[in-house]
């Protein structure tokens, strides 16, 4: 009898564990996903100089993120607008500069690193939503001739062309490369920047994806900046510019005469 | 090396030896080389204006150090130079005003690329046939004299005739001083309206129309060269903030060189020889503008600016 009390007991004790681990579980299960690997971001420089020898940066972008998330890492400009000339044939035989086109609220610079392919991370409208991809790009550009009538979308196709062509357009896709160690779960994407990007300052963009949508996100910013002598001429260029014109004259004549002069002394025969 | 103004990065090797090239074609045939040097530049990845305007810089040293060593070498003509240069000057603003007048009826881009080729074309040839044409002639005459390798025929009756004739020593001939005015002034316009600094097209107005000798005419066209980028040179700067000085200096430290090279090698061959091989890069330049206007371009879209 006591044997059977002695069972019954220990079967209670071990039902209510049972119960207590359910209720705890369950709550962990409705609690949500720990937010221990909260989305970050950060750049290596912050500041790029650009000084006579400047020819492009190494960047490395790299911040901490959830395991299972897919990252859209992306390096903009402001979103401005660009004139530029376009070619066409005239008379059936010679390409000649016809007019100007213009393409509207796109940035200078746009550059994409992604963990896997933009089409499987994110949807359409997510992908449009967050300019995410040419193609998001493309439906948001407005293009327009010189008269602000809207002009044919192939141009789109061109104008990627010769940013591509700049080295300031890129994408990338399965770039960003994740670790996971005992600092947690972090992410890397190593960029050449190119020394075409003019001076300004530009953000950097990580997004966290899960599930076709946009989860977390993230960012920060660095400079491109003019340092030294490059600093000087451009200011000079543009602050004194009669100044400039007077001295770039000045040294070019005096370059000249005096290797007139070296040449006459040293060639002797003539 | 970063170029402040261009806002990109060159190699400064390419852009010296670029320089010395042209500056070596400059002092050989007196042209500034600016139909060359500007299309190369921007093949480097130089904004067309800041490549045009950039050269012009670049061209005065080049120019001052070619037309040094011809005024020591006596082959400078100052005061055709100078009758040249008062006609390029009237007509260079002269031709600014066409422009501005072709582009406000349209479809003067056509216009002006069409004249570019035709002008290139016909100069290139013409110097091309008669200098060929020269040569065979001083060969036969070598064997009995030692002429000079231009012969210099009489003037038509009709410059002749016109007032305020002047002799020029140097060159060793007789014009009424209207005709350098005019010519200069032609020049003028015709190289503003087709965006360059028209040495190319002064050269042969010089051999052929002033019947001046190969030498005289260029050392006398690099003078005049040397006053118009001065003025070029500056305007740009000023009023388009187009020029790179960096660039400008990476491109005269090549050609001051060139020019010298080109001067002293351009004392070893004769007249003929010298048309000859200039009417051949003018023709190649002519071949190359017309295969760009007719093949299809790799990308449509570009700056504004340039040619």
């Known amino acids: 009898m006591r044997e059977a009390i002695k069972m019954k007991r220990t079967f209670m004790n071990f039902s209510q564990y049972v119960s207590m681990a359910a209720v705890v579980l369950l709550g962990l299960a409705l609690l949500p996903v720990p937010a221990a690997q909260a989305l970050t971001c950060s750049v290596t420089p912050e500041n790029i100089p650009i000084t006579l020898t400047y020819h492009g940066a190494q960047l490395s972008i790299t911040g901490q993120s959830a395991s299972s998330d897919d990252l859209i890492v992306t390096i903009t400009s402001e979103p401005a607008d660009t004139a530029l000339k376009y070619k066409e044939k005239v008379g059936g035989v010679v390409w000649m500069k016809k007019g100007t086109i213009e393409f509207k609220d796109t940035p200078h610079i746009y550059m994409l690193y992604s963990t896997d392919e933009l089409s499987r991370i994110l949807s359409v409208e997510e992908r449009n939503q967050n300019l995410l991809g040419y193609e998001a790009l493309r439906a948001h550009t407005r293009i327009e001739d010189s008269g602000g009538n809207p002009a044919d979308a ?61 989860v977390d996100r993230s960012s920060t910013n660095f400079e491109v900046k003019s340092v030294g002598i490059t600093k000087f001429l451009s200011k000079m260029a543009f602050d004194q510019a009669g100044l400039y014109g007077i001295m770039a004259v000045v040294i070019a004549l005096f370059a000249g005469l005096a290797v007139g002069a070296i040449f006459k002394k040293g060639g002797g025969s003539h | 090396m970063y170029l402040p103004i261009a806002l990109t990065s060159v190699n400064y090797l390419v852009v010296m030896g670029l320089g010395l090239g042209v500056g070596l074609l400059s002092g050989l045939f007196g042209v500034g080389g600016g139909f060359l040097m500007t299309p190369l530049l921007m093949m480097i990845g130089i904004p067309p204006t800041i490549a045009a305007a950039t050269d012009a810089n670049q061209i005065v040293a080049a120019s001052a150090s070619g037309t040094f060593s011809h005024w020591r070498l006596g082959n400078v003509d100052f005061k055709m130079g100078f009758y040249l240069l008062i006609g390029g000057f009237v007509g260079g603003a002269g031709g600014v005003q066409v422009i501005k007048i072709l582009r406000a009826t349209g479809g003067a881009d056509f216009m002006i690329k069409m004249t570019y080729v035709i002008m290139l074309g016909l100069v290139g040839s013409f110097m091309f046939v008669e200098s060929l044409h020269a040569m065979r002639k001083t060969k036969k005459a070598a064997a009995t004299t030692d002429q000079p390798s231009s012969p210099k025929k009489k003037k038509g009756g009709f410059f002749a005739a016109l007032p305020m004739q002047v002799y020029f020593e140097k060159s060793g001939v007789t014009h009424s001083a209207l005709v350098p005015l005019v010519l200069g002034t032609f020049v003028g316009v015709l190289a503003a309206i087709m965006g360059v600094g028209g040495g190319f097209l002064m050269v042969p107005v010089m051999i052929y129309m002033l019947r001046m000798p190969m030498h005289v005419v260029v050392g006398t066209s690099l003078f005049q060269i040397l006053f118009t980028c001065i003025e070029v040179t500056y305007l740009q700067a000023y009023s388009n903030h187009t020029v790179d000085f960096m660039l400008a200096l990476l491109l005269l430290v090549g050609s001051v060189f060139g020019a010298q090279i080109g001067t002293v090698l351009g004392k070893k061959l004769h007249g003929e020889q010298l048309k000859i091989l200039l009417s051949i890069i003018v023709l190649a330049v002519t071949v190359k503008i017309v295969l760009e206007l007719v093949m299809e371009p790799s990308i449509l879209l570009s700056y504004a600016g340039g040619h």
């Open chain 1, 154 to 214: 192939k141009w789109f196709d061109e104008y990627l062309k010769f940013k591509k062509e700049e080295k300031v357009y890129d994408i990338q896709e399965g770039r960003v490369v994740r670790q996971h160690g005992v600092k947690g779960n972090t992410y890397q994407v190593d960029v050449a920047w190119p020394y075409q990007a003019p001076p300004g300052v530009y953000t950097i963009e990580v997004i966290a994806a899960r599930d076709g949508k946009v």
